[in-house]
């Protein structure tokens, strides 16, 4: 790439600066503000042309960009790259909690805010930013790129990504590899690293929300009929949290492996002796909850509900439990787990319709991991390149199908406080490094697609 790093990152940070400002918001419904969404498409129109005239720029529902970057040998299994344009809302009451306002895309102390920053308009935009570089540049690649965009990754995808890799699967098009959100160059992993990792996505945890329902009689309160049904279902919430679902390691020891020549001897020891040290080494990450939900799936009571007077007995009293779940388990298997800690005074039922299995996991050997890990070690030396479990979900998922590699990784450097930011209050950006972002996408395409 010719462009200097200055103005790598200048016009990086004016573009995405732009985009936090228009507000495609995902309220979590089927009827997205179309408005929002189109102006964004206007915005990337203006500021890439040479991609919305070099490539082929196909909208899905209307919403969702698929963009294909033709290569010169058709023989080649395309690389995917990803990123979704909608965000999530920032709740009502919280808005003066940001430190800059949630829409601002302003850049102050260091850092440029906003929701979407990280989450994920940061990607999209350096993903595009790269492209249009390299075809001013002249690039031409021999591998085809598609870029795919969906507008609803933060409602499960299946009005954009979903029916994107449905499309390409009636091309006939299977992935060299995908890469998507879902990594990220921290600075530190307390208790695993004091030096910077970059974590690239393997796999995903999957999901199931389950609603608890206890019944009963009604009647007053002078002269309840023990348990109650809040009883009942206080009984089987208190077994869900004190009974977890089993700690894994299998899933987990890549990482730990990838980390150990950053640990500290005697952390070395007790992670390279898993056959010995299992037990310790499961007490130690349960002791933190980003550690945790990376070893078992987790269990979150959400929502609880019952009574309507605090002299009547409820007839009916209801909870909502969320869980996050490993790959190894399954819908079927937590359901199931359910049932046997609440037992039979509690009904157990699926809730909504956002229920998905784990992923599986991509390899660390392949060709794929070799050219991706490869790039980063190159733009990032400074970190460990290292495979995790995202314990969220993304619209990679939707692509298990028709690809055999699908990776997440988002070049960007983070604290970990900064990933508490996504989704909550003050989303940001740090801006040092920004630039880097958009090599990282450009050295992709040059090292994998040449």
Not at 148 to 168: K, M, R, T, W, Y
Not at 257 to 274: C, D, E, K, Y
Request: aromatic fraction near 6%; hydrophobic fraction near 40%; include cysteine.
């Amino acid at each position: 790439m010719t462009s200097s790093a200055d103005t790598l990152t200048e016009r990086f940070l004016e573009n995405l600066a732009a985009a936090v400002r228009i507000e495609t918001v995902n309220h979590g419904s089927d009827s997205a503000d179309s408005e929002a969404f189109q102006s964004l498409h206007e915005l990337l129109a203006q500021s890439y042309p040479l991609v919305h005239s070099k490539c082929s720029v196909e909208k899905v529902n209307d919403l969702s960009l698929l963009i294909t970057w033709e290569g010169t040998d058709p023989d080649l299994e395309p690389l995917v790259v990803m990123a979704h344009q909608d965000v999530v809302p920032v709740e009502p009451g919280t808005e003066a909690d940001w430190e800059q306002p949630p829409f601002s895309g302003a850049v102050e102390d260091e850092y440029l805010w906003g929701r979407g920053a990280l989450d994920d308009k940061g990607q999209l935009i350096a993903l595009l930013e790269a492209a249009e570089h390299l075809l001013e540049d002249g690039f031409e690649p021999r591998r085809t790129i598609i870029i795919v965009s969906g507008h609803d990754e933060e409602s499960g995808g299946f009005s954009g990504a979903q029916p994107i890799s449905n499309l390409l699967a009636t091309r006939g098009i299977t992935p060299f590899f995908v890469v998507d959100e879902g990594g990220g160059i921290v600075k530190s992993l307390p208790g695993l690293s004091k030096e910077p990792v970059a974590l690239v996505k393997t796999s995903e945890k999957g999901s199931v929300t389950v609603r608890l329902t206890a019944r009963g009689e009604g009647g007053h309160s002078s002269a309840p009929n023990l348990p109650t049904t809040i009883g009942k279902l206080a009984k089987a919430l208190r077994s869900l949290e004190a009974n977890q679902l089993p700690a894994r390691l299998d899933v987990m020891e890549p990482t730990l492996q990838a980390l150990l020549p950053r640990m500290g001897r005697v952390t070395r020891t007790l992670f390279s002796n898993l056959r010995v040290t299992s037990g310790a080494v499961i007490r130690l990450l349960g002791r933190r909850p980003e550690t945790n939900a990376m070893i078992r799936t987790t269990t979150a009571i959400t929502m609880v509900r019952g009574g309507v007077k605090e002299n009547v007995l409820p007839q009916e009293a209801w909870a909502v439990v969320n869980f996050r779940i490993i790959p190894g388990d399954s819908v079927q298997s937590v359901i199931d787990f359910v049932r046997k800690k609440v037992g039979k005074d509690v009904e157990v039922e699926t809730e909504g319709e956002w229920n998905s299995e784990p992923s599986g996991v991509s390899s660390t050997t392949s060709e794929a991991w070799q050219s991706l890990s490869g790039v980063i070690g190159e733009v990032f030396p400074e970190a460990q390149v290292t495979p995790w479990t995202l314990i969220a979900a993304t619209d990679s998922r939707h692509f298990e199908g028709i690809a055999s590699d699908i990776y997440g990784f988002s070049p960007f450097l983070l604290e970990m406080s900064d990933m508490e930011r996504i989704h909550g209050t003050g989303e940001r950006m740090l801006v040092e490094g920004a630039g880097r972002a958009v090599r990282f996408y450009a050295r992709l395409y040059e090292s994998v697609c040449s």
